[in-house]
């Protein structure tokens, strides 16, 4: 059997799981099928900050004369509207370096997304044979080896089948989370040097589960100054801790304890960020909690994420303690870890790596 994969099978898959595709973390479909000018593009979401992301999506490769359209009604939609930041991101099977580094030029990003990953994901029921995956696009292929693609999705989770683990309810679940999230910023409140919360969890929807986390990140990080399109990105700097809600393949619940990179921090700069931490951390013998892992190694088996943050912690199970756990974990990488992500920090904002200025008064 060979399965046909479609624009609107990519759409329906990226709505219904966008931070497994989009690699990005608390976004909420706003509208489909949106229009800016006479172009229309396939989706519109809104992150948890209320920062807008169009996507626009290829079946196939992305073609040259895709591009220049993307590029053209992108232009019309800043000119039009020049008070509001939005970002644009394409979507595409395969797409050629030339129209990568194009994009990039252009303050676009981009996922390149193998058709075996959506069908994968569609495929929710168990097969009694492997089908053979297809494309409607005979130029869709994998890209070279090296190039940066999303994790694979090769587990399948079977809606029906029931999770042994108690907190299956997500009412129960969502109250659990509250709990855990005011105990453990209260912990944080204990701990010296200062924190600055940037995202407080305790105030989050209980019908939006991708919105159930609380960011945070030490004084001596710094914080936003001026004005500029990386003012819309709440109070951090682009390099801070989250305490996040997630699932494992089973929808058995967890926390996460990790420390991410997103906007104002530039995307070009982000790769060399986490390789020179990662040395240095791995030269100087800053200690990590049991569990923790570094860059390029943040992948835990089980779990949707993609291993893309600086530091990520073993997942907890979310339950009575999780929140002294995570504080454990904590008042170990508050001491040199943190001191040492700072020094970068101030090391990249002099090299022009933020899209705003920062204070580290």
């Known amino acids: 059997m060979t399965v046909k994969l479609t624009e609107s099978m990519m759409e329906d898959a990226i709505v219904a799981e966008p931070e497994r595709f989009l690699d990005e973390s608390g976004l909420k479909?706003?509208?489909?099928?949106?229009?800016?000018?006479?172009?229309?593009?396939?989706?519109?979401?809104?992150?948890?900050?209320?920062?807008?992301l169009i996507v626009e999506i290829q079946l196939g490769t992305l073609d040259r004369n895709h591009t220049y359209k993307i590029l053209d009604y992108y232009d019309e939609y800043k000119a039009k509207q020049p008070g509001q930041f939005i970002d644009l991101m394409v979507v595409a099977n395969r797409i050629p370096y030339e129209r990568r580094h194009r994009?990039?030029?252009?303050?676009?990003?981009?996922?390149?997304?193998?058709?075996?990953?959506?069908l994968a994901s569609?495929?929710?029921?168990?097969?009694?044979?492997?089908p053979t995956i297809g494309v409607s696009d005979p130029s869709c292929e994998a890209g070279p080896p090296g190039m940066d693609k999303p994790h694979t999705?090769?587990?399948?989770?079977?809606?029906?089948?029931?999770?042994?683990?108690?907190?299956?309810?997500?009412?129960?679940?969502?109250?659990?989370?509250?709990?855990?999230?005011?105990?453990?910023?209260?912990g944080l409140e204990k701990i010296e040097p200062p924190v600055r919360i940037t995202v407080d969890?305790?105030?989050?929807?209980?019908?939006?589960?991708?919105?159930?986390?609380?960011?945070?990140?030490?004084?001596?990080?710094?914080?936003?100054?001026?004005?500029?399109?990386?003012?819309?990105?709440?109070?951090?700097v682009g390099v801070g801790y989250g305490f996040t809600y997630t699932k494992n393949s089973r929808r058995e619940h967890f926390m996460r304890l990790a420390v991410g990179i997103e906007n104002p921090f530039r995307k070009d700069y982000r790769d060399n960020f986490r390789k020179e931490a990662s040395v240095a951390i791995a030269t100087q013998k800053?200690?990590?909690?049991?569990?923790?892992?570094?860059?390029?190694?943040?992948?835990?088996?089980?779990?949707?994420?993609?291993?893309?943050?600086?530091?990520e912690c073993q997942p907890m199970a979310l339950g009575e303690d999780t929140w002294s756990e995570a504080i454990k974990n904590y008042s170990i990488l508050n001491k040199g870890f943190d001191q040492l992500i700072g020094q970068l920090i101030r090391k990249y904002s002099g090299l022009g790596a933020f899209q705003v200025d920062l204070d580290f008064g």
């Open 153 to 186: 999705l090769t587990k399948i989770h079977n809606p029906s089948q029931r999770s042994h683990n108690p907190m299956a309810d997500a009412p129960e679940a969502f109250r659990q989370f509250q709990k855990q999230t005011t105990l453990f910023l209260a």
């Open 122 to 130: 569609i495929s929710r029921s168990p097969a009694k044979e492997t």
């Open 29 to 52: 479909l706003v509208a489909r099928q949106y229009r800016v000018g006479s172009y229309i593009f396939d989706l519109l979401f809104e992150d948890r900050r209320g920062a807008k």
């Open 201 to 236: 969890g305790r105030n989050v929807r209980p019908d939006n589960p991708g919105n159930w986390f609380s960011g945070f990140s030490p004084v001596s990080w710094g914080s936003k100054i001026g004005t500029g399109s990386g003012t819309g990105y709440g109070g951090g």
């Open 286 to 311: 800053i200690p990590l909690p049991s569990g923790c892992q570094i860059w390029p190694d943040t992948k835990f088996d089980d779990f949707g994420f993609r291993g893309t943050s600086l530091l």
């Open 103 to 118: 994009l990039s030029a252009n303050g676009i990003s981009w996922r390149e997304i193998p058709v075996e990953n959506f």
